[in-house]
């Protein structure tokens, strides 16, 4: 490999789907406050932090509430949620993404986890792959969301390698627009209309080699 020396992969949506456990979280906060949430409003949730979903979901109920009751029904949700992650098994990695991470480590490129999620971790430790990874920057090493390129850029610098050899994976168009900025190659996973901003897009880590790294714009 000539030009990659690092991949630094998102969480949600490129390793594991916990999409349906936000979503069922979610769901079950909007029922609690009289309203259905229905899969069509989730998609505004994609790739957002924790208060401004929770600001969206009250949006769709058409729901107010203090500051106070924001931060206490986003704590009921993440509960809820956590509750659902800490059932989950390695079954639920997504096709592909062990063994092509795996072979970015065999081929000497070192691999880093860029989530927004605080509980990357725990998510991590139930999938099995903590070692998959040289370096795990979540949602508790980083203050500001994407697309700020903050949580890419402090990947980069835990691997030791400038950013312009810097390869990231993600399935969000904030998640995109984050890796630009920080000066990275991005490989979008997902629908190439929605992540256009991509240097490349594929439907999973199942369909992605090495050699197509090599060849990015």
Known sequence: MNNIKACIFDLDGVIVDTAVYHYKAWKRLAAGLGFDFSEHDNERLKGVSRMRSLEIVLECGGVTKTDAEKEQLAAQKNTWYTEMINQMTPAEILPGAQEFVQ??????????????SKNSMTILNKLNIVNLFDAIIDGNKVSKAKPDPEVFLKGAEELSIEPQFCVVFEDAIAGVEAAKAGGMKAVGIGDANILHEADMVVSGLDKVTLEQLEILP
């Open 103 to 116: 072979s970015c480590r065999d081929a000497g490129i070192k691999t880093a986890l860029g989530s927004a």
